[in-house]
């Protein structure tokens, strides 16, 4: 089992930048493909980035192609977000989640298929 930890949210002003960060603690960090999802208020929680357990494949929802980019350092037992050029739309509580390691990322793009969650960090961007 794995525990998740997220860190990196805020407040700030469209086209600005963030790096959120979710450190994970337990089991072999190198085992788990890991994924970041949000959710805004009134919504589901949906996909925006996935990452393999090697970093060698990833996956990014069309909403955030360009301009978000997931990371991760193994030896660090953290996986990353930087999120450029933010829009309000970006607004929502920010999910790190994890699930047993494959070498394809975009198998698994339902938060169902994930089954370690953090307790999310609040992302908010003012127009």
């Known amino acids: 089992q794995v525990q998740l930890v997220e860190s990196g949210g805020g407040l700030v002003q469209a086209g600005g930048s963030l790096r959120l960060s979710c450190a994970a603690s337990g089991r072999t960090f190198s085992s788990y493909n890991m994924g970041w999802f949000r959710q805004a208020p009134g919504k589901e929680r949906d996909l925006v980035a996935l990452?393999?357990?090697?970093?060698?494949?990833?996956y990014y929802a069309d909403s955030v192609k360009g301009r978000f980019t997931i990371s991760r350092d193994n030896a660090q037992n953290t996986v990353y977000l930087q999120m450029n050029s933010l829009k309000p739309e970006d607004t929502a509580v920010y999910y790190c989640?994890?699930?047993?390691?494959?070498?394809?990322?975009?198998?698994?793009?339902?938060?169902?298929?994930?089954?370690?969650w953090g307790q999310g960090t609040q992302v908010t961007v003012s127009s």
């Open positions: 989640a994890a699930r047993s390691r494959s070498p394809i990322a975009s198998g698994f793009l339902k938060s169902g298929d994930y089954p370690y």
């Open positions: 990452i393999t357990w090697s970093g060698g494949n990833t």
